[in-house]
């Protein structure tokens, strides 16, 4: 009896692709997963460690320029207008080389966190991401109709609870298809890291591309890896802003 023949599976038919096929080595890419493991592990928790201390500074920061706070609100305009101006590349350069020229920053104990690139890194990531979304929640909380302000106002409710109760959740439901895009944009941003020895995903690419003198595998992983991402985070957002606005969609009668 004749042996029935066995389909190939999966890393077969991608091997046979490869080799016959495709100008790209997909098996060279998928033997070094732990090392693509290792970037998206680093990106995203830099990405989300600026994202969250990031955000939390820049509620108070856009309450003040929402308001106008006398002379704080130009020291914010003018720490915003910097770090909106120039790109987060120079930024992390500036923290991660141009502190350590300094005697008394070398001398002060700050200088064991500023000699270390993972924490120079969340540090310009934290301060760009906060410059950004303290301009969205600004916009966002003069959005807020001054109706429901009044209305606060006349219900006996202080201006810290009007902003409290009232003022930041609409701020917030308002700003978040914005911040969204931020949230994007930071993790864009985040190949920056790779400049100063961090391995994130783009450094993970780099590393396989330089160890066998490839010119897009590992770019094209890194852009794959990025893309994937992407996609959980608008389909994050997605479900985030259909809980936060279902009080806005049409009920049956």
Not at 45 to 52: E, G, Q, R, S
Not at 78 to 98: A, C, E, K, N, S
Request: with cysteine; aromatic share 14%.
């Amino acid at each position: 009896m004749a042996e029935t023949e066995r389909s190939p599976g999966l890393l077969e038919v991608i091997e046979q692709f490869s080799e016959e096929a495709s100008p790209i080595d997909f098996i060279l890419i998928l033997e070094h997963w732990p090392l693509f493991l290792e970037g998206i592990w680093h990106t995203v928790v830099l990405v989300v460690l600026a994202l969250i201390i990031g955000g939390i500074l820049s509620i108070p920061l856009a309450v003040i320029r929402a308001n106008r706070t006398p002379v704080l609100n130009q020291i914010v305009f003018g720490y915003v207008y910097v770090f909106r101006g120039t790109p987060l590349l120079v930024q992390l350069y500036l923290i991660y080389h141009g502190l350590g020229q300094f005697d008394f920053i070398r001398e002060s104990f700050l200088w064991p966190v500023l000699r270390d690139a993972w924490w120079c890194t969340i540090i310009a990531f934290v301060l760009n991401t906060a410059a950004y979304t303290t301009e969205i929640f600004r916009g966002a909380i003069e959005a807020v109709p001054y109706g429901e302000v009044e209305a606060a106002k006349s219900c006996g409710m202080s201006p810290l609870t009007t902003n409290r109760r009232v003022v930041l959740p609409n701020a917030l439901r308002r700003a978040l298809p914005a911040y969204s895009n931020e949230v994007i944009f930071m993790l864009h941003g985040s190949v920056v890291a790779s400049t100063v020895t961090i391995v994130d995903i783009l450094g993970a690419g780099r590393i396989l591309n330089s160890k066998y003198y490839l010119a897009y595998e590992g770019f094209i992983a890194a852009a794959i890896l990025y893309m994937i991402l992407v996609y959980f985070i608008t389909r994050g957002f997605r479900v985030w802003e259909k809980h936060w606005h279902a009080h806005l969609r049409p009920r049956e009668a």
